[in-house]
């Protein structure tokens, strides 16, 4: 990510920067997750605007809020290519609008992510997940 760094609230989830390649540590705290999701940007990049229909280009870090555990990363493997409308609803609605070298800190409840869990990465039911994600690159998918 390369921008403007923003303080986020108080009350949500820290993120500790381990180094240029190196996964982020999340802090999550205890008590409730939010019900809503929440879309927060650590950096603000200078690119152009995330729209719906872009492919993307992320490094990516993934928490369980009950786990307070890391599930899946991949800043080890390098950065992965996607196509926002076809990920998540909680990426969806959350990165749109982001700028291209943004770090956003995405909590997603399972309604917005994998309310009946997921096999790959090990995802449980009803687990809200707490993800770091630096985008990278957008261009138009269509």
Do not use: C, H, M
Not at 97 to 117: A, C, D, W
């Amino acid at each position: 990510p390369d921008g403007e760094p923003v303080t986020p609230p108080k009350d949500l989830p820290t993120v500790k920067d381990n180094g240029k390649g190196k996964a982020p540590t999340i802090t999550v705290p205890d008590g409730k997750a939010p019900a809503k999701l929440v879309g927060q940007p650590l950096i603000k990049g200078t690119g152009p605007k995330v729209k719906k229909t872009d492919g993307i280009v992320v490094n990516y870090t993934a928490y369980g809020w009950k786990s307070k555990k890391e599930l899946v990363q991949n800043y080890a493997t390098g950065p992965e290519p996607g196509t926002l409308n076809s990920l998540i609803p909680g990426w969806q609605k959350g990165l749109v609008g982001q700028p291209v070298g943004s770090r956003v800190l995405l909590i997603v409840p399972p309604s917005e992510g994998y309310p009946k869990g997921n096999e790959s990465p090990s995802i449980p039911a009803g687990e809200t997940l707490v993800y770091v994600v630096d985008i990278l690159f957008a261009s138009d998918a269509q």
